[in-house]
């Protein structure tokens, strides 16, 4: 089963509104809808920007919250990561792209080397809003039917 995924930018503060929302993007929040993604891959992408290990990348982009144990979950993608895709260059998103293209958690999904240049391309251009308004990344999933 894969995951539906609503990135937003949002306050702190509407996590609680954006967990019981059945789809965020839909209702006051910016930001994109995607299919296929999960805590895994925003963890790499975590830890990639950052130099840390994975690991320690998986437990910085955990679910901070959880409708049920079905779902949906939210996690609120790590400031360090909205800050480093926010002032990331083209040429630096192109390789970023290129090597999360290249890790196992996007291989082994099949995704093409162009999807993952739009992923990592659209959550930069909506870390750069988030920034620019002092908001948060929020990444909302829940299994898709």
Not at 7 to 19: L, R
Request: with cysteine; glycine share 8%.
């Amino acid at each position: 089963m894969g995951m539906l995924v609503n990135v937003v930018v949002a306050d702190p503060e509407d996590a609680g509104a954006i967990i019981e929302s059945p789809k965020p993007i839909e209702e006051e929040w910016k930001g994109f809808e995607s299919r296929g993604l999960d805590q895994a891959k925003f963890a790499m992408l975590h830890a990639l920007l950052t130099g840390e290990l994975f690991d320690e990348a998986m437990s910085d982009c955990g679910p901070v919250y959880a409708a049920s144990e079905e779902g949906p979950w939210l996690m609120k993608l790590p400031d360090e990561t909205v800050q480093q895709l926010a002032r990331l260059d083209e040429d630096a998103l192109d390789r970023v792209g290129e090597e999360l293209a290249a890790t196992e958690e996007f291989e082994a999904d099949g995704w093409p080397s162009d999807a993952v240049m739009g992923f990592v391309t659209d959550l930069a251009d909506l870390a750069g809003v988030a920034r620019a308004q002092g908001r948060a990344m929020f990444v909302w999933m829940a299994a898709d039917a």
